[in-house]
């Protein structure tokens, strides 16, 4: 498994500029890092850091525009387009897209169509550039309240309709645990529908070992089932977040294969 720290969830509290962000990274140890928004961000200033420090951008978000309305689906494409493209200048083979809030006037089974026939539209783009597409469940009882795509079954059906490669889920362990619960079988019983994971602890979203999630478990499980991918470390951390990294990388050490973190 490779590690990933997400940029701005870890530092978010703390002042540190996200460039300045991006070098403490790599001085940890990390070979990988992911953030949020492309587009407000100098992805130049990102390349050179990048290529300085010999880091991986693991992944990123589409542009916000929701798949769940089907008279925006251009829009849609023109985003991923563009996010593409930022991908493709930093070398990053992973976008996640949201799928947005539930729709006033349309049936969720309508709201589903266009989330898969928006998907299947985008394949042909995915594949041109070698890029997958991560589609994101979230929890509506704390974080995201009016967000269409809750339970993981859910977006597993999704992601078997649109029936590519390049269309993945990226199982947030945080977010699925607010939810439904029911990990590992939920995980292991559908790995290969699962391009990526985020990881945080429950309650609060802090890192592993705050909470009442057992991440080594769940990655040994997962592991065990084939899952050799990214691991998005998307939490808040309690304490100093240098701290919380480098007790990860204790921690998990049996996952990390070769030099990947």
């Known amino acids: 498994m490779i590690f990933s720290p997400s940029i701005e969830a870890i530092y978010c509290d703390t002042g540190i500029d996200f460039y300045e962000s991006v070098a403490r990274i790599a001085r940890l140890g990390f070979e990988t890092f992911e953030f949020w928004s492309w587009w407000d961000k100098d992805i130049h200033a990102i390349q050179r850091l990048t290529e300085e420090f010999g880091l991986t951008v693991g992944s990123f978000c589409t542009k916000m525009i929701p798949l769940v309305n089907p008279s925006r689906r251009k829009e849609y494409i023109t985003g991923l387009e563009e996010s593409i493209a930022a991908a493709t200048s930093l070398g990053c083979k992973h976008l996640i897209t949201q799928v947005g809030d539930e729709q006033l006037g349309l049936s969720r089974w309508e709201q589903k169509q266009s989330i898969v026939q ?27 309240p009016g967000y269409f795509l809750v339970r ?110």
């Not at 997962?222 to 050799?228: N, W």
Request: aromatic share 8%; hydrophobic share 35%; charged share 25%.
């Open 152 to 261: 993981s079954q859910d977006g597993f059906e999704i992601i078997d309709e649109v029936d590519s490669p390049n269309v993945k889920l990226v199982f947030d362990i945080y977010h699925q645990q607010v939810s439904e619960g029911n990990l590992i079988p939920s995980m292991t019983g559908n790995v290969d529908k699962i391009g990526y994971l985020h990881a945080a602890d429950h309650p609060g979203r802090h890192q592993p070992g705050t909470g009442e999630i057992n991440l080594m478990n769940v990655l040994r499980a997962v592991d065990q089932a084939g899952y050799t991918g990214w691991v998005g470390l998307e939490y808040v951390p309690i304490g100093d977040p240098d701290e919380s990294l480098v007790r990860i990388r204790f921690d998990f050490e049996e996952f990390s294969h070769e030099t990947h973190w």
């Open 118 to 144: 928006g998907l299947k539209e985008c394949v042909p783009l995915l594949q041109e550039r070698g890029i997958t597409l991560l589609v994101e469940p979230l929890n509506t009882k704390v974080d995201h």
